[in-house]
């Protein structure tokens, strides 16, 4: 962020920034420093602006089918309560169905049962089956390496697994880094495409934000010492695995307090069902409600939709923000993204592109602006920054100069950009053109004789006063040293940013720019991207008293970090997202990692966030909702014959007793693999206000589950009616 | 006038009474409970107990309270019927048997109001006046006590404390329950109804025979009855009984009665979260549900078929015809969409879907309006429930008023809503499926197992209505109601202290643009839309075998 400090003069280049705060080194080796994004595209800007889903390939299910069975091991499903009572019932119905071999309808009733239990493992599994290959990939990177361990100075080979923390190892070109740490000595280029996917290599060096380096990982250039940080087992790497295996996976605080209403609901709807029978042998109804048809009913009215897709939502949920390259440490965080109320953006990067780059050139003293223009081009044709890269393009785009290259001018004396004499510009003919900091322009210009009329001053303050930078253009030639006009430097924000925090607004979330730029420049730039809020010159202390200032009023905060002073923020912050190619004290302190180090990031995190969350209560809405229906088909079937007047309730006109009940169990069935897809790629999710979202979901889900099974259940009825046996 | 046009302009007439008295009362009881002065004779009785008024209390420590204050009523009531054969002003009647002893002091403390006894034949003035009557107006206060604990649940932050239990049980009693009941019973004298010590009379009968009435003080019983949602009659017709309910202007004063404070808390409620809109999307809900059930009930008593009860113009079994069939209508509703369960017909004799109508109201868990306080706390519960189920959707983890519905308050909740239908329908297929107590219904086939549904129902939801018809002075059923009566009064009350407990302590959520608006009619609506499909389709099976089967039959 140092760089943006700098306005008052350097028309800095991309290698002389420093990472001080808060904003991402920029590699030497990315000539696009400017976005430090990796291959991440750019947001969309305003654009659908919907949480696109992964994929789903119905290959998928059958691929996961075995996993399905292995997992009706009863103490792995004993941790969902409703999916457990199915099984249960399934047992039971076996037992029956055995000791009546010759009934058609008992068999298809526990045939379907043990469907209900397969089918929601196999949401499960295909959840679980989308982390495996990308685990796959890890595993490859974590082939068991020799380390080159420094004993006393001395090298001595030891297998990677035989590391502890605090061990010093060599690593040279070609060498797979054996473990997590930080380098204590020297500097190499390092491939870390096996985790990020980013085939440039970045630099690795000691000291600073950039000392971090991943086991795994492969040293391209030059030698470094690595000071071990992690146990052999619990690496980077080790812990990406499991994470998106979803075998460490907890459940989430919400999925809890979930688990715990179905839990209850099932409770009620048991005795719902076992209080029947004695109801029903009263009224002559016995046989009618044999313990076969209570259990089908039992399952029925139970929330199966739900607590099969419960686990695979919350699985599915990482699994998003895994192939936008986010490492989510924990379900936790998922759902406090969907909860910030206040995201933290660093300016750079983020809100901006992260350099400042000409958009007008302004005359002065009369001058014409082609001729301004003109000298502009000129003297920047020896700059190689990206502001100098930019003045040159704006002359030729906006002003009409034609292209022209250093090699044109013959006898040209070139002034190079250097960051002491903060000016550029070339020598011909006895005509010098210079362009640079107001400072730096001022002086040559007085050097050479001339003076700096105050319209000049007026422009550079009025440029400086809305937050950018002005650069002074001169001219020495027979009339003289002159100004010709000032450049308006300023930073460019990124396209699509302003809808994109409206969009923010309207979901209620408050936006807050970091910047370590005055106020002013800060206050400019905030209205331009249309932030809520901002902090100039911010520290990190002061970041971290934003935080905790937030979270004293009730809000939870998210933001983006890197740097070893970000880590107290970032472990403060309800989400933390730090950046991969930051400390390892900040990937340690945050709750998400972010591989291709993109701040912008931070949005669609929040927006998967409410997305997982948002799928969970649609598909418990659909569930319970479900239930109305099954009653108006299981009801009649079993009362119809002792009270006739009950038929009135058959409102779906199923085919017989035995067909109702046998319809409504497979459509209970069938909904689970219906909506496993949905579960997987979440629900349909555009930014808006609590209202819409409520009201849209409300009718897709709560009238949808009302009036679906009613449909669904009517055409399985048409459909198996017909069976010999249950028709 | 039509019958029917006369019954809705009864219930418009209802509607704008208790919209006259909403606000001044529901912002004076949110000033009664957030006040912190004491009234003199408030302060002699918080000596005489021997309470501190003005400490906080967290919830185990006011549920303490609840629960041994209560205790200690229903021991006070069961020696009192065991001793009335010994005590003066008994009419001469003798002492209550241990069973209904023991049923009637459950029933009157957990405001239920259940009677397994003939008021006019087993109850002196003693007994009636000095323990029933002093349980009418302290159960229905304890019933606000907790409501107002949870609301200041809600509206606390970062402490445990939800106030004090023995300030706002006097508070109630003294502020509240009492001037208005003062009021209501100089009105109902005035209407007719009886306010005297007086014996028994012999009165001749026109066919011959002699009837014997007795006196009391019947007026001021009628009217705690009423407003705390009790329901116990002094005379076993309960409000049919001329003495009570002498005539229809009577008839809608009670029916104000029974509904004036639990509509009303919810701008109490309001008041006290800092939001009179969230207030009224409570009431909206509560609303919706009870003119709901009410024109169906009109429907269904009005529309019913059968030449009999066409002559009649209606289903006029059972029903006073001082009141004709909109009046009991909208009494039956109003009595078991509260807890009160007075009445002035007899729910046995309605359609098979009027008694459902009944039936449903009790189960829905008796939260539109409710018993006073109950109401508002049972309702609070359901809308806990709605939002988390339905907050989701909006993308954030569930809160409700800026408190977050976690683990801790999901549990709490879904444990409260457990309780009834566990004890309803747990003892109801006890006593299907033990021999003897089916010997007690009077009615063979749906109509009898209804009876019986309809006796725990009513217990265990607190409403203390009967469906007639059942013989319910019997070993088993004193005891099992009364237990039912106590669990469903008191186990639900453990688990809204400790919601309200967990609520206080929590950090509040600011209200943002992507908050679940809780105040809006879309809420109201989902809320309704959860009660009916939660609460609602548990009891599907057993209405479908009861009342359900009976309505359909024709």
């Given at each position: 962020?140092?760089?943006?400090?700098?306005?008052?003069?350097?028309?800095?280049?991309?290698?002389?920034?420093?990472?001080?705060?808060?904003?991402?080194?920029?590699?030497?080796?990315?000539?696009?420093?400017?976005?430090?994004?990796?291959?991440?595209?750019?947001?969309?800007?305003?654009?659908?602006?919907?949480?696109?889903?992964?994929?789903?390939?119905?290959?998928?299910?059958?691929?996961?089918?075995?996993?399905?069975?292995?997992?009706?091991?009863?103490?792995?499903?004993?941790?969902?309560?409703?999916?457990?009572?199915?099984?249960?019932?399934?047992?039971?119905?076996?037992?029956?169905?055995?000791?009546?071999?010759?009934?058609?309808?008992?068999?298809?009733?526990?045939?379907?049962?043990?469907?209900?239990?397969?089918?929601?493992?196999?949401?499960?599994?295909?959840?679980?089956?989308?982390?495996?290959?990308?685990?796959?990939?890890?595993?490859?990177?974590?082939?068991?390496?020799?380390?080159?361990?420094?004993?006393?100075?001395?090298?001595?080979?030891?297998?990677?697994?035989?590391?502890?923390?605090?061990?010093?190892?060599?690593?040279?070109?070609?060498?797979?880094?054996?473990?997590?740490?930080?380098?204590?000595?020297?500097?190499?280029?390092?491939?870390?495409?096996?985790?990020?996917?980013?085939?440039?290599?970045?630099?690795?060096?000691?000291?600073?934000?950039?000392?971090?380096?991943?086991?795994?990982?492969?040293?391209?250039?030059?030698?470094?010492?690595?000071?071990?940080?992690?146990?052999?087992?619990?690496?980077?790497?080790?812990?990406?695995?499991?994470?998106?295996?979803?075998?460490?996976?907890?459940?989430?605080?919400?999925?809890?307090?979930?688990?715990?209403?179905?839990?209850?609901?099932?409770?009620?709807?048991?005795?719902?069902?076992?209080?029947?029978?004695?109801?029903?042998?009263?009224?002559?109804?016995?046989?009618?409600?044999?313990?076969?048809?209570?259990?089908?009913?039992?399952?029925?009215?139970?929330?199966?939709?739900?607590?099969?897709?419960?686990?695979?939502?919350?699985?599915?949920?990482?699994?998003?923000?895994?192939?936008?390259?986010?490492?989510?440490?924990?379900?936790?965080?998922?759902?406090?993204?969907?909860?910030?109320?206040?995201?933290?953006?660093?300016?750079?990067?983020?809100?901006?592109?992260?350099?400042?780059?000409?958009?007008?050139?302004?005359?002065?003293?009369?001058?014409?602006?082609?001729?301004?223009?003109?000298?502009?081009?000129?003297?920047?044709?020896?700059?190689?920054?990206?502001?100098?890269?930019?003045?040159?393009?704006?002359?030729?785009?906006?002003?009409?100069?034609?292209?022209?290259?250093?090699?044109?001018?013959?006898?040209?004396?070139?002034?190079?950009?250097?960051?002491?004499?903060?000016?550029?510009?070339?020598?011909?003919?006895?005509?010098?053109?210079?362009?640079?900091?107001?400072?730096?322009?001022?002086?040559?210009?007085?050097?050479?004789?001339?003076?700096?009329?105050?319209?000049?001053?007026?422009?550079?303050?009025?440029?400086?006063?809305?937050?950018?930078?002005?650069?002074?253009?001169?001219?020495?030639?027979?009339?003289?040293?002159?100004?010709?006009?000032?450049?308006?430097?300023?930073?460019?924000?990124?396209?699509?940013?302003?809808?994109?925090?409206?969009?923010?607004?309207?979901?209620?979330?408050?936006?807050?720019?970091?910047?370590?730029?005055?106020?002013?420049?800060?206050?400019?730039?905030?209205?331009?991207?249309?932030?809520?809020?901002?902090?100039?010159?911010?520290?990190?202390?002061?970041?971290?008293?934003?935080?905790?200032?937030?979270?004293?009023?009730?809000?939870?905060?998210?933001?983006?970090?890197?740097?070893?002073?970000?880590?107290?923020?970032?472990?403060?912050?309800?989400?933390?997202?730090?950046?991969?190619?930051?400390?390892?004290?900040?990937?340690?302190?945050?709750?998400?990692?972010?591989?291709?180090?993109?701040?912008?990031?931070?949005?669609?995190?929040?927006?998967?966030?409410?997305?997982?969350?948002?799928?969970?209560?649609?598909?418990?809405t659909?569930?319970i909702?479900?239930?109305?229906?099954?009653?108006?088909?299981?009801?009649?079937?079993?009362?119809?014959?002792?009270?006739?007047?009950?038929?009135?309730?058959?409102?779906?006109?199923?085919?017989?007793?035995?067909?109702?009940?046998?319809?409504?169990?497979?459509?209970?069935?069938?909904?689970?693999?219906?909506?496993?897809?949905?579960?997987?790629?979440?629900?349909?999710?555009?930014?808006?206000g609590a209202d819409a979202m409520l009201r849209?979901?409300l009718t897709?889900?709560g009238l949808?589950?009302?009036?679906?099974?009613?449909?669904?259940?009517?055409?399985?009825?048409?459909?198996?009616?017909?069976?010999?046996?249950?028709? | 006038?039509?019958?029917?046009?006369?019954g809705v302009l009864q219930l418009l007439a209802l509607m704008a009474a208790l919209g006259l008295v909403y606000r001044p009362l529901g912002d004076y009881m949110a000033r009664v409970y957030s006040s912190?002065?004491?009234?003199?004779?408030?302060?002699?009785?918080?000596?005489?107990?021997?309470?501190?008024?003005?400490?906080?209390?967290?919830?185990?420590?006011?549920?303490?309270?609840?629960?041994?204050?209560?205790?200690?009523?229903?021991?006070?009531?069961?020696?009192?019927?065991?001793?009335?054969?010994?005590?003066?002003?008994?009419?001469?009647?003798?002492?209550?048997?241990?069973?209904?002893?023991?049923?009637?002091?459950?029933?009157?403390?957990?405001n239920t109001?259940?009677?397994?006894?003939?008021?006019?034949?087993?109850?002196?003035?003693?007994?009636?006046?000095?323990?029933?009557?002093?349980?009418?107006?302290?159960s229905a206060a304890v019933g606000i006590s907790v409501a107002v604990a949870l609301v200041r649940g809600f509206a606390r932050s970062?402490?445990?404390?939800l106030g004090?239990?023995?300030?706002d049980l006097?508070r109630g009693t003294?502020r509240i329950l009492?001037p208005i009941s003062?009021i209501a019973?100089?009105l109902?004298?005035?209407?007719?109804?009886?306010?005297?010590?007086?014996?028994?009379?012999?009165?001749?009968?026109?066919?011959?025979?002699?009837?014997?009435?007795?006196?009391?003080?019947?007026?001021?019983?009628?009217a705690i009855k009423e407003l705390g949602t009790n329901g116990?009659?002094?005379?076993?017709?309960?409000?049919?009984?001329?003495?009570?309910?002498?005539?229809?202007?009577?008839n809608l004063l009670e029916v104000f009665l029974i509904l004036v404070i639990p509509f009303s808390l919810t701008r109490t409620f309001g008041r006290m979260v800092g939001s009179v809109r969230q207030g009224y999307a409570i009431l909206t809900a509560m609303v919706t549900i009870w003119v709901g059930f009410t024109a169906l009930m009109m429907w269904?008593?009005?529309?019913?078929?059968?030449?009999?009860?066409?002559?009649?113009?209606?289903?006029?079994?059972?029903?006073?015809?001082?009141?004709?069939?909109a009046g009991?209508a909208i009494f039956a509703v109003a009595t078991t969409l509260t807890s009160t369960g007075a009445?002035?017909?007899?729910?046995?004799?309605?359609?098979?879907?009027?008694?459902?109508i009944t039936m449903l109201g009790m189960q829905l868990g008796e939260i539109a309006p409710g018993g006073v306080g109950s109401g508002l706390y049972g309702m609070l519960v359901m809308a806990v429930i709605a939002v988390f189920i339905a907050g989701?959707m909006v993308?954030?983890?569930p809160e409700y008023l800026g408190k977050k519905i976690?683990?801790?308050e999901i549990?709490f909740a879904a444990?409260y809503i457990?309780v009834t239908?566990?004890?309803?329908?747990?003892?109801?297929?006890?006593?299907?499926?033990?021999?003897?107590?089916?010997?007690?219904?009077?009615?063979?086939?749906?109509?009898?197992?209804?009876?019986?549904?309809?006796?725990?129902t009513?217990?265990?939801n607190n409403n203390g209505s009967?469906?007639?018809?059942?013989?319910?002075?019997?070993?088993?059923?004193?005891?099992?109601?009364?237990?039912?009566?106590?669990?469903g009064r008191?186990?639900p009350m453990?688990f809204v202290l400790?919601l309200a407990?967990?609520l206080a302590?929590q950090?509040p959520v600011p209200e943002?643009s992507?908050t679940l608006r809780t105040e809006k009619p879309l809420f109201s609506g989902l809320l309704v839309g959860t009660i009916l499909i939660i609460t609602g389709l548990t009891y599907?099976?057993?209405?479908?075998?009861?009342?359900?089967?009976?309505?359909?039959?024709?």
């Open positions: 962020m140092s760089s943006d400090t700098q306005n008052s003069g350097v028309t800095g280049s991309g290698t002389t920034r420093t990472a001080e705060s808060g904003q991402a080194p920029i590699p030497a080796q990315r000539p696009e420093s400017g976005q430090p994004s990796g291959p991440a595209p750019q947001p969309d800007p305003s654009g659908s602006g919907r949480v696109a889903g992964g994929v789903f390939d119905p290959g998928q299910l059958l691929k996961s089918f075995p996993e399905a069975v292995r997992k009706l091991d009863p103490r792995v499903m004993v941790k969902s309560p409703v999916m457990f009572v199915v099984l249960i019932g399934s047992v039971v119905t076996t037992g029956l169905a055995i000791s009546d071999p010759g009934n058609v309808f008992g068999w298809a009733i526990t045939i379907w049962l043990w469907l209900t239990t397969i089918f929601a493992n196999l949401a499960e599994a295909v959840a679980e089956g989308r982390g495996k290959a990308q685990a796959d990939t890890l595993r490859r990177a974590k082939t068991d390496t020799v380390a080159r361990r420094l004993k006393d100075g001395v090298e001595e080979a030891v297998p990677g697994t035989g590391l502890g923390i605090g061990d010093l190892v060599v690593c040279e070109a070609g060498d797979i880094i054996p473990g997590d740490g930080d380098v204590v000595e020297g500097v190499a280029s390092v491939d870390e495409s096996a985790i990020t996917g980013e085939s440039a290599p970045v630099i690795r060096e000691s000291g600073g934000d950039r000392s971090a380096v991943t086991g795994g990982t492969k040293v391209l250039s030059d030698r470094i010492v690595v000071k071990i940080t992690t146990r052999p087992g619990e690496t980077f790497i080790d812990r990406m695995i499991s994470l998106v295996e979803g075998a460490s996976r907890q459940k989430t605080p919400n999925e809890i307090a979930l688990n715990i209403l179905l839990a209850s609901l099932t409770v009620v709807f048991l005795l719902a069902v076992v209080t029947l029978r004695p109801f029903a042998v009263y009224a002559g109804a016995g046989e009618e409600t044999s313990l076969i048809v209570l259990t089908a009913l039992l399952v029925c009215l139970i929330p199966t939709t739900i607590g099969a897709l419960l686990s695979a939502i919350g699985i599915a949920g990482m699994d998003r923000l895994v192939q936008r390259n986010v490492l989510a440490m924990s379900g936790r965080a998922v759902e406090a993204a969907g909860d910030v109320s206040t995201l933290l953006l660093d300016k750079t990067g983020t809100i901006t592109l992260g350099n400042r780059q000409a958009s007008e050139f302004v005359t002065v003293d009369g001058v014409r602006e082609s001729e301004l223009a003109e000298a502009a081009q000129l003297s920047s044709l020896a700059d190689e920054t990206p502001e100098g890269r930019s003045i040159t393009a704006l002359a030729t785009r906006k002003y009409e100069v034609p292209e022209r290259r250093q090699e044109d001018l013959k006898d040209a004396e070139w002034v190079m950009f250097t960051a002491q004499t903060r000016m550029s510009g070339v020598d011909t003919g006895g005509r010098g053109v210079r362009k640079g900091a107001t400072a730096s322009v001022v002086s040559w210009v007085r050097e050479h004789g001339g003076t700096v009329s105050d319209e000049t001053d007026r422009a550079a303050d009025r440029i400086a006063g809305a937050g950018g930078t002005p650069l002074l253009v001169a001219v020495r030639d027979a009339d003289g040293a002159r100004v010709l006009g000032v450049i308006h430097l300023k930073d460019v924000v990124k396209d699509g940013m302003r809808e994109r925090f409206t969009e923010l607004r309207r979901m209620g979330i408050r936006t807050v720019m970091i910047t370590g730029d005055n106020p002013l420049t800060a206050k400019a730039i905030a209205e331009e991207a249309g932030v809520d809020d901002f902090l100039a010159e911010a520290t990190p202390e002061d970041k971290m008293a934003l935080i905790k200032r937030e979270q004293a009023g009730g809000k939870l905060v998210a933001m983006t970090g890197d740097g070893t002073n970000d880590a107290p923020a970032l472990a403060q912050a309800d989400v933390g997202v730090a950046m991969n190619t930051g400390t390892s004290a900040a990937k340690e302190a945050g709750n998400m990692v972010d591989l291709d180090s993109n701040p912008t990031k931070l949005i669609e995190i929040v927006e998967i966030g409410k997305q997982l969350l948002i799928t969970r209560g649609a598909l418990t659909f569930s909702a479900n239930d109305v229906a099954k009653y108006f088909a299981i009801i009649p079937a079993m009362f119809a014959a002792a009270y006739p007047g009950l038929d009135k309730l058959n409102i779906m006109q199923l085919s017989s007793p035995d067909s109702a009940i046998l319809s409504a169990v497979i459509f209970n069935a069938l909904v689970i693999i219906a909506l496993v897809p949905l579960a997987l790629k979440g629900v349909r999710y555009r930014p808006s849209r979901n897709v889900y949808g589950g009302l009036i679906a099974p009613f449909i669904g259940i009517k055409i399985i009825d048409l459909i198996i009616s017909h069976l010999p046996g249950i028709g | 006038m039509s019958p029917v046009l006369a912190d002065r004491h009234w003199r004779v408030e302060k002699w009785i918080y000596k005489a107990v021997g309470a501190n008024p003005d400490t906080g209390m967290r919830w185990p420590a006011y549920l303490r309270g609840v629960l041994a204050f209560s205790a200690i009523g229903v021991l006070f009531l069961y020696l009192l019927q065991r001793a009335q054969g010994s005590l003066p002003g008994s009419l001469g009647f003798q002492s209550i048997d241990p069973d209904q002893a023991f049923n009637t002091a459950a029933s009157f403390v957990a109001n259940w009677q397994s006894y003939y008021g006019e034949q087993a109850m002196g003035h003693v007994v009636q006046t000095g323990g029933l009557a002093v349980q009418n107006f302290v970062r402490t445990g404390e004090n239990f023995w300030a006097v003294v009492i003062v019973a100089v109902l004298v005035a209407c007719g109804a009886i306010q005297n010590f007086a014996g028994i009379h012999g009165v001749g009968q026109f066919s011959g025979g002699v009837q014997e009435w007795n006196g009391g003080a019947v007026a001021s019983q009628e116990g009659g002094y005379f076993n017709a309960n409000s049919a009984h001329p003495f009570e309910n002498p005539n229809g202007l009577s269904t008593e009005f529309a019913h078929p059968g030449p009999a009860f066409q002559s009649a113009g209606g289903a006029m079994e059972g029903k006073e015809t001082r009141f004709g069939i009991s009445v002035n017909s007899f729910h046995s004799s309605y359609t098979g879907f009027g008694g459902g989701l993308g954030r983890t976690g683990t801790r549990k444990l457990l239908p566990a004890l309803v329908l747990c003892f109801t297929a006890a006593a299907m499926a033990l021999p003897t107590p089916g010997d007690s219904m009077t009615n063979s086939g749906a109509h009898g197992f209804s009876e019986i549904l309809y006796a725990y009513s217990g265990a009967a469906f007639a018809g059942l013989n319910a002075d019997t070993q088993w059923f004193n005891t099992t109601i009364g237990l039912a009566m106590l669990l008191f186990l453990v400790a407990g967990s302590e950090n943002t992507g599907f099976p057993a209405l479908a075998l009861g009342p359900l089967a009976e309505g359909l039959a024709s």
